[in-house]
């Protein structure tokens, strides 16, 4: 992600922002013959057709070989890619969108209705932490939601096993105004000065530990705002430090890249990328997208999520589903999306690992009640007394 030039740098500052170095990385063309898997280029910007990946996917080998792909597109390549019909039973995609309504209008009723860190309420809709109000409000279709493919191949690519999902829903409103460019989570969402605070090592890491993404509700042509791109800027060392400065700002705003979308398509990029959600200068579209975090095992969360009482909401539905012949890879992925796949931090002498260097994690639980058909009494004390051995 560095060249030779900036590699032995140990710590950086404003002083190491150099807009001509940010112009040759980005003023590259993506190179389609290096993406064997991808139907074509636009706007410097792979595109994917999931159905192909699905395809390619479906043995081990070449599972690997799609996903090695992503991780060269995501991390030296553009840094963002689009992946064409990612969801594409337009019911499942319906039925969150009917479960993202009514939580809007649960939290405007309530007098809790949140704009986004950009505009005022009204404005834009936004919900925090809509994966645990889903899963506990609509467990039925949270599992028909997350149990998509196409969601942990490129999740699992970039972050590995145990990768943790979170959501917010935004909706931005015709007229609702465009975002400032920026860099995400972690370090893009700290002062210049705490960010200059640590080494150039971790400001290397710190996009491998989450993916950003966004699943498209509805149709997203130009006008409606879809997110802009700086393809090939997650690759800029100093771009955590660089995307506040006047000049860097200006030349994104003269540069950025804006793709249309079609309901089920979903995007995911680097969080180092330079981006920004779009002006919706649509007249009767109201824009809306899951925006999905997913964080490494390793790093730490943007929100807190009651993944205990996501997990006793889910149980039943999964074990319905197991019933009705849903493949234990299905029910896998709905576990995922649900339970906490990493077991630390812990009280060793209270939870001692139990056949390994780990004791069991919460997502272990969960899939030990759905193989072994625990009764939900039984997960709901099993995770209770976890969670007790855990906070002591």
């Not at 479906?58 to 992946?83: K, N, S, Y």
Request: aromatic share 8%; charged share 25%.
């Amino acid at each position: 992600m560095s060249s030779p030039a900036t590699a032995k740098r140990t710590w950086l500052t404003e002083a190491d922002c150099d807009l001509g170095a940010l112009r040759s990385l980005v003023e590259q063309k993506t190179d389609l013959g290096a993406y064997p898997s991808a139907a074509g280029v636009q706007q410097n910007v792979l595109l994917y057709e999931s159905d192909r990946l699905r395809a390619l996917a479906e043995t081990v080998e070449g599972r690997r070989r799609v996903q090695a792909e992503l991780i060269r597109a995501l991390l030296d390549g553009p840094g963002v890619v689009v992946l064409k019909g990612a969801f594409p039973n337009e019911a499942v995609v319906d039925g969150a969108s009917d479960a993202f309504h009514a939580l809007i209008e649960e939290e405007r009723a309530s007098g809790r209705a949140r704009g986004d860190h950009f505009a005022e309420p009204g404005a834009n809709d936004r919900v925090w932490n809509a994966l645990d109000k889903v899963a506990v409000r609509t467990p039925e279709v949270f599992a028909d939601y997350y149990a998509n493919d196409v969601l942990e191949l490129v999740s699992e690519a970039w972050l590995g096993p145990a990768y943790q999902v979170t959501s917010q829903v935004n909706v931005v409103n015709p007229g609702g105004a465009a975002q400032s460019v920026h860099r995400d989570y972690h370090l893009g969402f700290l002062s210049q000065e705490r960010a200059a605070a640590y080494p150039a090592h971790v400001h290397r890491l710190s996009p491998v530990l989450t993916l950003q993404g966004a699943v498209a509700h509805c149709d997203m042509p130009v006008e409606s705002g879809p997110t802009l791109y700086l393809p090939h800027s997650q690759k800029y060392e100093p771009g955590f430090l660089a995307w506040r400065l006047p000049r860097f700002v200006e030349y994104f705003d003269g540069h950025h890249v804006q793709l249309p979308l079609d309901k089920g398509d979903a995007v995911f990029f680097n969080p180092a990328l330079f981006h920004a959600a779009g002006h919706n200068r649509s007249t009767g579209i109201r824009r809306m997208a899951n925006l999905l975090q997913i964080s490494s095992a390793f790093g730490r969360a943007m929100e807190t999520v009651d993944r205990e009482a996501m997990a006793n909401a889910l149980f039943p539905v999964l074990l319905r589903r197991k019933t009705e012949g849903a493949s234990d890879d299905w029910l896998r992925r709905v576990v995922a999306a649900t339970a906490e796949g990493y077991p630390f931090p812990t009280d060793l002498d209270l939870d001692p690992p139990v056949d390994g260097l780990a004791p069991p994690s919460q997502a272990d639980t969960l899939w030990q009640a759905v193989t072994e058909e625990w009764t939900s009494e039984r997960l709901r004390k099993e995770l209770r007394a976890a969670a007790t051995r855990r906070r002591n």
